[in-house]
Structures are given as C-alpha cells and as structure tokens.
C-alpha cells in the first residue's frame, strides 16, 4: 500500500512538471509569427508518415539509420511495456497483463531483443560520438552542455534498458524457484543469460528485481523531464515538425506582403501609400520568426547533417546551419525566460543577429538548400538566414560593399553587373 | 583538341544565319511566340553564357519553334536581390517585368538560368505574373521525346565519360534531376556521377549572391571542394547546367590546372553539337 502511494506520487509530480514545461515550450513557440501550415492535410500527413515515423530522410545515411531505427523502435514498443509498469505500481498488481497468455510472452520476448538492440545500438552510438573522428559531431557550436547532453541521453538509456534486463533476469530466477507473486509469464531470451550473474537466495533477488523496477519507472519519468532541457525533445516534436512542413519547392521564397503594398503604391502614384503601423522588415530577433521556425528549433536534436553538407560550413566559413538553429533556441529560452520573470516581453539589449548569430555567418550562406534537404526532420535553417538577411539589408542598409553595389547596378542597368540596359541584346547582333 | 575544332568551325557558318527575333518585332507583325526565350543577365553579358544562349537559339530555330527573347526588355528576375535580403529591390524588378511580359500576353518561358527559372516560376505567380516556366534542360529533353532532335549518328560525345554537376536552383530547390540525365544518356556518353549528386549535390559557390561578393574567410573556396569531385569521377567533360555554376566550375578546373584534362560545356551546348549545330 505504501508503495503504491510513493508510486502515485512521483508519477503526479513527474507529469505535473513535465506538464509546466511542455507549456512553457508552447508559450515560447506562440511568440512567433503567423505561418499558415494547416492547408493540404493529406499531404501534411503523408509528410508526417514518411519523414517522422518512416524515418525517410534517415536512410541517406544507412549506418547510423539502421541504428536508430532500432533505437526508434524499441523506444515506441517498449511504452507497451511502460503501461503495465504504471498500472502495477498503481494498483499493486505484478505482470497485469500476464493474462494475455502466449501473446505476454510474445511480447516480452520482443521486448528483450528491443531493448538488447536499443543497448548495443547507443553503446555504438557512445562511441562513434566521442571516439570516432565524425565531422558533424566536431564543431564549434558544439560546446561542453551540447555534448554533455548528447552522452547524458545515451547513458540514460543504456541504464534503463540494463535495468529492464535484469528486472527481468531477477524476475524469471524468481519464477523458477516459486516465489511468491512471481507468477509465471513471459519470456526471457535475452535475460535468461544473466541469471547466471544473480544470487541465489529469494530475498536478493526481490531486491534486485524491486530495485531495478523502481529504477526503471522513476529512471523514465525523470527521463521525460529531462527532454525540455536537452536536444532529444526530437522524440516527440519530430511529429508536429515534420506535420507542418513546408510543401512548396524548396527554392520559393515567401514574398513579403508588406513591402508588396510598399513597392505598388511607389509604382503607381495614383495608389494609397499603405497605411497603419509599418512592421519590421526581415528578422531581428526570434519574435520576427515564424513560430515554425521556432519549433524547429525545439525539434532540432543537433545531429549535425545540415552543418556536414553546408559548402560554407565544409569549405571552413563560421557558417553552421546546426549553430543557426541552436542560437535560435537558446535566445527564445532567454526571452521566455525574461518574459516569466517580468510578466511581459522585455527588452534585455539583446538580438538574435550579432549577440547570437554574426553577420560573417549569414553572409557565408549559399541559399543551396542542401541543409534543409538534409535533415530527417524538415527543419529550415536558410529561412532564419534569409529573415536576419533581409533585416540587415531592409533595416540596417548593412550588406558587403560588393552586394550593395550588386544593389545600385540592378537599379540603375537592370542586371547585376555594370553593363549598360542597351547592351543587353549586343550578343544576338555579332557585327 | 577536336571539340573545341569543330565548334569553332561550326559556329562561323551558323551565326551569320542566325535571326534572333524580339517579341517587339513579332508584334509588329502581328505575331506572337510559341515560347519566350527568357535570357537572363548571364546570358546576356557573360561571353561565356553568350555562347550557351546562342546554342538554345539554335536548337530553338532549327526545331522551328516560334520563340523570341525580350531584347532590351528584359530585366534582372531580381534574384540576387532577393537571396541577399533586399526584397524591395527584388520586387520591384519582379512587378516591372511583369508588367511587360503580361503586356505582351506571354503564356510559357524557357531559360537557361535555374535562378530566373526559380524566380519566375516560383515567386513571380504572387506578384501577378503566372507563366509556364520550363528550363532548357527541360525544353530540350521534351525535344527529344518528341522526336524534334536527333543526335548525328558518329557524334563527338559518343562513349566519352561525362558528368553532370547538378544545380542548386533546378534540382534541390525545384527537383529537376532527371531531364539533364536523360538528355546525355539518349547520346549514348558514358554518365558517370559525382560523389555527391541529385539531392545531395555539393553547391558550386555561386547561389544566394555568393556570385557578387568575396566569400568569408575559410580555408578553401566552394568551387574548389566541388572541382575535386569532378576530378575524383575521371570524367572528361562535366556538364553544366547553369550560367554561374559554368564560371565557377571554369575557375575551379583553371585553378586545378586541368584544364587540358576536363572541359566545361552546358547541356545547351552538346546538344547542339551533338546535333550537328
């Protein structure tokens, strides 16, 4: 009885707290602009099924995705498992669902070679990340708290699927010698060969067995509150990311309405200049973003394909598409976090563009897309560049000299270069 | 170099019979064209792209298409503009041009820039110009579905080992992957691809303005990291597609000093030679 009472009360608080920073996140999300991206839901969908949960885009890279799959896999199979773990520590049942027979054992049979896959899978992954000489797992933007994060995750759970294992090492041990409670269900392929490493007596193994069920549970649970601090919140975003997509051709950039009515009323006197308050041009900071931007940045788990395939990113520039979407994130923390202590937005002296991103980053930029292709959750880092470009260039009159002097010669010849407008057909006259 | 012999051969007797026509002067005779030739700036100033432009309008007269090009007409799409963040400037050289491509009732366009491409297909339609927008990649592989272009039967590039540098601006940012392919598998070459090709193409360089600036500091030029894929397929010819993916890849193989070893040409260009043009 007691058990179950700690049991409910640390599942409460756990969701509770994982339910406070889920909003905050939503809140932050919410202070971007409005995108529509609730059009073509069929098409939405597809996206959704093919890019989060196929895990279309992985598969450019067959290795890591064969990996990850199994990581994925296991991840979403294994809740299974976390159900009944719930209704047991809530109503003190062991195995609840043993009822189910043959198809129990099936169950945790694939469950025992999930969570062995999912094991060895980040014990491969631990490695590859800190010994393995991978380009997208250096780089600057990669401090110590990214790569701190990116190993805490992969440690978690090789602890939770080890206390699983031997959970039920421990459990199958206590089926054979009759244990009390320890009724007899499942299977255990993968545990069978721990046993061996087991005592023998009953009392042990009930402590080790209770041990590792506790620490499993509340191992999830603190788990899940750890996703809103760290990269691996992809886990759940991924869906709602890759949902809302963009489903134009990557190379349409979005005109911008306001300058629209701006340039026609400059074009044609007899119109009314626009009237009402002019919004800022381009992007300042993450308030001017999209709030798809800023779930992107939320979605983004700092895998680094992007950075691995940016020209600029590969040929040495500052340039990084991960750094892009990682500054994005960290400054709408600070301005959430601003916004939670003061009530409101407050202006801290600071902006997305040179406190976080430089103006020598944004410049590097090709606008080739191979970033936005690259990423297995259809992320966007050339729209951030583009908006912190076009606030630099439409606010700030602050591009290179040889851009703007691209500017004046399309102005005044029509072409980019300084070649006269009448001399635009000279090659089709040969004298 | 045998290629290069022959162009130069051809081009003499071919230039002086070559009229290029301006949809002003079709009008005048109460003509309209099938196909406006949308040239681009490159097309036009770069001597290099000049040679492309001329080819299109080769294949273009000797397929009897009524085409045109705008002549002095024409403006930049804006392009540069736009990818350097300047969208007043992009949208004004956007509403100017179509206002003079709806004057003259223009319905389709092809060019041989996968920027004005880009540009004209996708971001002129909101602004109030809605055309059919093909790349001459494109024109020219319909071309040879239909039957329009039939390559020489001992034709230079026969067996030669080519390879296709894709553009930005035409494959990831539109996916056109296939017509360029097709377009030199039907002359029997031997299609070797880069390293990094189609959808995870390697950028020449030039995209989002780079064309106009310095680049920032690095340790290595985009089109050099590119140029070595080229090097590393042992192709012979690469094929471009794009007027500033052909400078960039030119300056690349200059810099490399392979210039005896891989030659440059657009997809334009060895069909019209490959046809006899």
């Known amino acids: ?431 | 170099m045998g290629v290069r012999g022959i162009e130069i051969k051809k081009k003499t007797t071919m230039e002086n019979q070559l009229h290029i026509p301006t949809v002003a002067e079709l009008m005048a005779k109460g003509e309209s064209p099938e196909i406006l030739f949308w040239v681009g700036c490159a097309g036009s100033f770069d001597e290099r792209a000049q040679r492309i432009t001329r080819d299109i309008c080769k294949i273009l007269a000797h397929v009897g298409l009524r085409y045109a090009i705008l002549g002095t007409e024409e403006n930049c799409t804006g392009d540069p503009a736009k990818r350097a963040g300047n969208e007043f400037l992009f949208q004004m050289q956007a509403m100017m041009n179509i206002e003079i491509l709806n004057g003259y009732e223009i319905k389709k366009i092809v060019t041989a820039c996968p920027h004005c491409f880009n540009t004209l297909k996708n971001e002129y339609p909101s602004l109030g110009g809605n055309y059919e927008v093909i790349h001459h990649t494109q024109l020219i592989q319909s071309l040879i579905d239909e039957g329009k272009l039939r390559p020489d039967d001992g034709h230079i590039f026969k067996g030669k080992k080519i390879t296709y540098h894709d553009p930005c601006y035409l494959g990831r940012a539109n996916d056109v992957y296939d017509a360029p392919r097709e377009i030199l598998e039907s002359l029997d070459v031997q299609l070797t691809e880069l390293k990094r090709c189609r959808s995870n193409g390697l950028c020449c360089g030039a995209g989002g303005a780079q064309m106009f600036k310095e680049p920032e500091k690095g340790n290595k030029d985009v089109n050099i990291e590119r140029i070595e894929d080229v090097i590393e397929s042992n192709a012979e010819i690469v094929a471009a597609a794009c007027p500033f993916c052909m400078t960039m890849l030119r300056d690349g193989v200059k810099v490399k000093e392979k210039e005896q070893e891989i030659q440059v040409l657009d997809i334009a260009e060895i069909t019209a030679r490959a046809n006899g043009l």
Request: glycine share 6%; hydrophobic share 45%; with cysteine.
């Open chain 1, 1 to 431: 009885m007691v058990s179950q009472f700690i049991f409910l009360g640390i599942l409460t608080i756990a969701l509770v707290l994982f339910g406070r920073n889920a909003k905050k996140i939503y809140n932050n999300i919410k202070l971007g602009k409005p995108t529509n991206r609730t059009d073509r839901k069929s098409e939405r969908l597809k996206q959704m099924l093919l890019v989060a949960f196929g895990q279309k885009k992985m598969f450019k890279r067959p290795f890591p995705a064969i990996l990850h799959a199994l990581v994925y896999v296991g991840f979403c199979i294994i809740n299974i498992e976390m159900l009944e773990i719930v209704i047991d520590g809530l109503f003190g049942t062991h195995r609840a669902f043993a009822f189910l027979g043959s198809f129990y054992s099936f169950l945790i049979y694939s469950f025992e070679w999930l969570a062995l896959g999912v094991l060895l899978s980040c014990a491969v992954f631990l490695i590859r990340r800190n010994l393995g000489h991978i380009y997208r797992f250096q780089g600057r933007e990669l401090t110590k708290w990214p790569k701190t994060d990116a190993n805490l995750i992969l440690i978690a759970e090789i602890l939770l699927m080890s206390a699983f294992l031997t959970m039920n090492a421990a459990d199958y041990k206590l089926q054979q010698i009759g244990a009390e409670h320890y009724i007899q269900a499942g299977a255990f392929p993968v545990s069978q060969y721990l046993t061996a490493l087991l005592t023998d007596t009953q009392a042990s193994l009930i402590f080790v067995e209770r041990f590792c069920w506790w620490f499993h549970i509340i191992g999830v649970l603190a788990f899940l509150n750890y996703l809103p601090l760290s990269k691996h919140l992809h886990i759940m975003l991924a869906f709602p990311n890759t949902y809302f997509s963009n489903l134009e051709p990557k190379g349409k950039f979005k005109n911008i309405d306001s300058v629209t009515a701006e340039v026609k009323a400059m074009l044609d006197p007899s119109l009314p200049p626009p009237s009402g308050e002019v919004a800022r041009f381009g992007v300042k900071d993450v308030q001017d973003l999209t709030w798809k931007n800023l779930l992107d940045a939320y979605t983004c788990t700092e895998c680094g394909r992007c950075t691995a395939a940016c020209p600029a990113n590969i040929t040495g520039k500052l340039l990084s598409p991960r750094k892009i979407m990682m500054d994005t994130r960290d400054r709408l923390e600070e301005v959430g976090n601003n916004r939670d202590k003061a009530g409101n937005i407050q202006d801290d002296g600071k902006s997305l563009i040179d406190n976080y991103i430089t103006r020598e980053e944004i410049w590097a930029c090709t606008s080739c897309n191979a970033c936005v292709e690259q990423c297995p959750v259809n992320i966007d880092p050339l729209q951030i560049i583009m908006g912190l470009r076009q606030y630099a260039v439409m606010e700030e009159s602050q591009a290179p000299a040889s851009i703007n002097a691209m500017f004046s010669n399309m102005e005044n010849n029509g072409a980019p270069w300084k070649y006269a407008q009448a001399d635009r057909a000279n090659w089709a006259n040969p004298e």
